[in-house]
């Protein structure tokens, strides 16, 4: 039964304050909770010039994401395709509430909305059959949808995966496919897959990307090799590795051993 302020008067105060200022007027409270209006208009047109990896910057998501979320299955963009910029999700629908008046009782309020008292008492954390005017009870038992968690991976493990995939192959002097590469010819072979552009020559990407101090998985390490000047390039995977184009082909070399070290220059990066 609904307990009434006048049988309340062992309970504390707090209680009485709320039992006789509560509004008693009839009334089924619906709230809808609809999505951002904009998340449905958050697509993106792809421009002339447009790369993957352009768009993931410019919109703070990942390449593997934008692949993911429109099912992408190579790095191939075209000029007016659309491309969601959010991952799949649904939305909450509606969630109603039920306002106790005078003379209910939980059994009146779960016929009404078709639960059991079970049910009723459940998605209200209710511990006993009490229920008093004013409270605002939840009567539907719709789940809220959650948006799935993203998969972030970040751009300098997409390099170093793409890199890893062409071990063994050959060296070929002036060569920028998988049938032979030059170690600059690799490398921004490397970087292309991934959406990232960069120069094509050891000179010019020395010259043309972010000088760093110290390199992290991902950059580029420079080293003075046949001729003054940064003549050699491959991609820093850590622990002073890195992968590199030499005359056996790609392959992964020490950076400390008694050739490179010597004649390392420095690193650029281009994230």
Same mark, same amino acid.
């Given at each position: 039964m609904i307990e009434r302020a006048k049988q309340l008067k062992g309970e504390q105060p707090s209680m009485k304050k709320l039992l006789l200022t509560v509004v008693t007027t009839a009334g +089924? #409270?619906?709230t809808s909770f609809g999505g951002n209006a904009s998340a449905h208009e958050n697509i993106y047109t792809v421009q002339s010039g447009d790369t993957l990896w352009k768009i993931s910057q410019s919109n703070q998501v990942s390449i593997a994401d934008l692949k993911a979320w429109n099912q992408l299955t190579s790095d191939t963009i075209y000029v007016n395709q659309k491309l969601s910029l959010l991952a799949p999700h649904s939305h909450e629908t509606a969630t109603t509430t039920y306002t106790v008046q005078k003379g209910d009782? #939980?059994?009146g309020i779960s016929t009404r909305f078709q639960?059991? +008292?079970a049910q009723l008492k459940s998605i209200n $954390?209710?511990?006993s059959d009490t229920i008093y005017i004013g409270q605002v009870l939840k009567v539907?038992?719709?789940p809220i949808s959650e948006p799935q968690p993203e998969t972030t991976v970040s751009k300098a493990d997409l390099v170093i995966s793409e890199a890893k995939k062409?071990?063994?192959t050959p060296y070929l002097w002036g060569g920028m496919t998988p049938a032979g590469f030059d170690c600059s010819g690799y490398t921004s072979y490397v970087f $292309?897959?991934?959406g990232i552009t960069i120069p094509r020559t050891a000179a010019t990407q020395w010259s043309g990307l972010k000088v760093i101090s110290t390199p992290m998985p991902g950059d580029l390490v420079f080293f003075e090799t046949y001729a003054p000047g940064p003549t050699h390039v491959g991609i820093y995977l850590g622990d002073n590795k890195f992968i590199q184009v030499g005359s056996s082909g790609v392959s992964i070399a020490d950076m400390t051993n008694s050739y490179w070290k010597p004649?390392?220059?420095g690193a650029r990066t281009a994230f």
């Amino acid at each position: 039964m609904i307990e009434r302020a006048k049988q309340l008067k062992g309970e504390q105060p707090s209680m009485k304050k709320l039992l006789l200022t509560v509004v008693t007027t009839a009334g +089924i #409270l619906l709230t809808s909770f609809g999505g951002n209006a904009s998340a449905h208009e958050n697509i993106y047109t792809v421009q002339s010039g447009d790369t993957l990896w352009k768009i993931s910057q410019s919109n703070q998501v990942s390449i593997a994401d934008l692949k993911a979320w429109n099912q992408l299955t190579s790095d191939t963009i075209y000029v007016n395709q659309k491309l969601s910029l959010l991952a799949p999700h649904s939305h909450e629908t509606a969630t109603t509430t039920y306002t106790v008046q005078k003379g209910d009782s #939980l059994w009146g309020i779960s016929t009404r909305f078709q639960l059991s +008292i079970a049910q009723l008492k459940s998605i209200n $954390n209710l511990t006993s059959d009490t229920i008093y005017i004013g409270q605002v009870l939840k009567v539907s038992l719709t789940p809220i949808s959650e948006p799935q968690p993203e998969t972030t991976v970040s751009k300098a493990d997409l390099v170093i995966s793409e890199a890893k995939k062409y071990i063994g192959t050959p060296y070929l002097w002036g060569g920028m496919t998988p049938a032979g590469f030059d170690c600059s010819g690799y490398t921004s072979y490397v970087f $292309n897959k991934v959406g990232i552009t960069i120069p094509r020559t050891a000179a010019t990407q020395w010259s043309g990307l972010k000088v760093i101090s110290t390199p992290m998985p991902g950059d580029l390490v420079f080293f003075e090799t046949y001729a003054p000047g940064p003549t050699h390039v491959g991609i820093y995977l850590g622990d002073n590795k890195f992968i590199q184009v030499g005359s056996s082909g790609v392959s992964i070399a020490d950076m400390t051993n008694s050739y490179w070290k010597p004649r390392y220059l420095g690193a650029r990066t281009a994230f």
